[in-house]
C-alpha cells in the first residue's frame, strides 16, 4: 500500500485511539483518589482498607488535649490537711497577722493622792503580743513616764529643779468583756522590771549654734540617784472599734486607767553629787491615764 493510502488509515484509527487512551487515563485516575475526595456513596473494596490505614494513623497521632494531659504525670497534692492547699485564709501568714496585737498610746500621769516625792507628768505606751481568742490577749509593754518632783523636795537638795523618769518592761494580759459590740469595756494590768531615776537639775550657761551662736540657759543635770526594781499595775478601760460591718474590725481606740505601783527603795539622808541632804520614802504610786490605738 502507498504511503497515501496509509494516511487516510491512520487518520481513521489515530481518532477513536485517542479517544479510547483518554477514556482509559480518567478511569484510572478515579480508581487512585483518596477517600477523603470520593465523593460516591459506595466504597470500593480497595478504597475501605485504604480508610482503615488511614484511621489507625490518626489514633496513632491523635492531637486530642486529654490524651496528652493523661500521659503526664500527676502534680503531688500541696502539704495540709485533708490533702488540700491550704486556702489564703488559713495559711500561717494570715494566722500570724489575725493573732498578732499592737498598741500605741500616750497621756498625762497623776500622783496617788498620799505621795509625796513625785508630782505630775506625762507618759507613752507601746505594746505587741498575741491574741489568743476574742476575750484574751497578752502583751509586752514598754512604758515611759516623765514626771516632775515636789517643790518640798527639791528645796532639801538646794537645786531649782528636779524629775523622775520612769521606764519599764511588763506583761500585761487584756481581758475584753463586749469582743463582739462596738464599744467595749475590758481589764488589764500586770507586772515586770521598772527602772527609776531621779534627777535635780540647775539652769547652766550654755551656748547654742545654728546659723549663728548664742548663749542661753538650759536646765542640767547636777545630781541624781536611781534604782532597779520590780513593780505591778491594774486596770480598766473603754474600746471604740472603727469601721467593720459587723464590728469585727482589729483596729480600735481606746482610753484607760491604771493604779501603778514601783517598788521603790526608801532614801534617807543621800546627797546627790554633793547637793543638799534629801530623804526619800519607799514606794511609788501613780495613776497613769492613757488614750491610743490597738490593733
Excluded at 505587741?128 to 476575750?135: E, L, T
Aim: charged share 15%.
Amino acid at each position: 500500500m502507498s504511503i497515501q493510502g496509509w494516511k487516510p488509515l491512520m487518520r481513521r484509527v489515530s481518532i477513536p485511539g485517542f479517544a479510547a487512551f483518554l477514556a482509559i487515563g480518567v478511569a484510572h485516575a478515579q480508581s487512585t483518589v483518596l477517600p477523603s475526595q470520593s465523593t460516591s456513596t459506595g466504597v470500593a473494596p480497595n478504597e475501605s482498607s485504604s480508610q482503615q490505614n488511614w484511621s489507625s494513623s490518626l489514633q496513632t497521632f491523635s492531637l486530642d488535649p486529654s490524651d496528652s494531659l493523661a500521659a503526664l504525670p500527676s502534680m503531688p497534692e500541696p502539704s495540709g490537711s485533708g490533702g488540700q492547699a491550704d486556702s489564703p485564709q488559713k495559711g500561717w501568714k494570715h494566722n500570724l497577722g489575725d493573732n498578732l496585737a499592737l498598741e500605741f498610746g500616750g497621756g498625762f500621769n497623776a500622783p496617788e493622792e498620799d505621795s509625796s516625792y513625785i508630782t505630775w507628768g506625762g507618759n507613752f505606751t507601746v505594746g505587741a503580743g498575741a491574741n489568743f481568742n476574742k476575750h484574751l490577749a497578752l502583751l509586752v509593754e514598754y512604758q515611759f513616764i516623765d514626771d516632775k518632783l515636789p517643790g518640798a523636795l527639791i528645796a532639801e537638795t538646794g537645786a531649782s529643779g528636779g524629775d523622775a523618769h520612769i521606764w519599764s518592761f511588763t506583761l500585761a494580759p487584756v481581758i475584753d468583756l463586749f469582743p463582739k459590740a462596738k464599744n467595749d469595756l475590758y481589764i488589764t494590768g500586770g507586772g515586770g522590771f521598772y527602772r527609776k531615776v531621779t534627777s535635780f537639775t540647775n539652769p547652766e550657761l550654755e551656748l547654742y549654734c545654728y546659723y549663728f551662736c548664742e548663749e542661753g540657759y538650759a536646765n542640767a543635770v547636777v545630781g541624781h540617784f536611781s534604782s532597779n526594781q520590780g513593780g505591778w499595775n491594774i486596770g480598766a478601760g473603754y474600746e471604740r472599734r472603727l469601721g467593720g460591718m459587723y464590728n469585727d474590725s482589729k483596729t480600735k481606740l481606746f482610753a484607760e486607767a491604771r493604779y501603778l505601783y514601783v517598788d521603790t527603795p526608801a532614801a534617807q539622808g543621800l546627797s546627790p553629787n554633793g547637793l543638799g541632804a534629801v530623804g526619800v520614802g519607799a514606794g511609788t504610786t501613780l495613776i497613769p491615764v492613757t488614750v491610743g490605738v490597738r490593733f
